[in-house]
């Protein structure tokens, strides 16, 4: 299991960028793929990137594709998720996760709140 722990977030224009960070100890990012959802208000938890075990190929949702990029520093046990060309539709609390090879659950770190003013 791996404890995680978001930062970044917070208030910025349309058109602005944003880093979101997910810190993680316990546990090897190495070993772990780790993904990105989010959740606005009054909507369903929604899927925004992820990538494969270790890193490498990432996937992206249609509605952030071109504007979002994940990456990650296993030396830091750190995964990134860098968003530009923010728009209101944005605005979510964004959840990072992490799972083992070979395990069925997902680790959760605490989410952040981005909001995009039109």
């Known amino acids: 299991q791996v404890h995680l722990v978001q930062s970044g977030g917070g208030l910025v224009q349309a058109g602005g960028s944003l880093r979101l960070s997910c810190a993680g100890s316990g546990a090897a990012f190495v070993d772990y793929r780790l993904g990105w959802v989010r959740q606005a208000p009054g909507k369903e938890r929604e899927f925004v990137a992820a990538?494969?075990?270790?890193?490498?190929?990432?996937w992206y949702a249609d509605a952030v594709k071109g504007r979002f990029t994940m990456s990650r520093d296993n030396s830091k046990n750190t995964g990134y998720l860098q968003m530009n060309n923010l728009k209101p539709e944005d605005t979510a609390v964004y959840y990072c996760?992490?799972?083992?090879?070979?395990?069925?659950?997902?680790?959760w770190g605490q989410g952040t709140q981005v909001t995009v003013s039109s």
């Open positions: 990538d494969t075990w270790g890193g490498g190929t990432s």
């Open positions: 996760n992490a799972q083992a090879y070979g395990a069925s659950d997902l680790d």
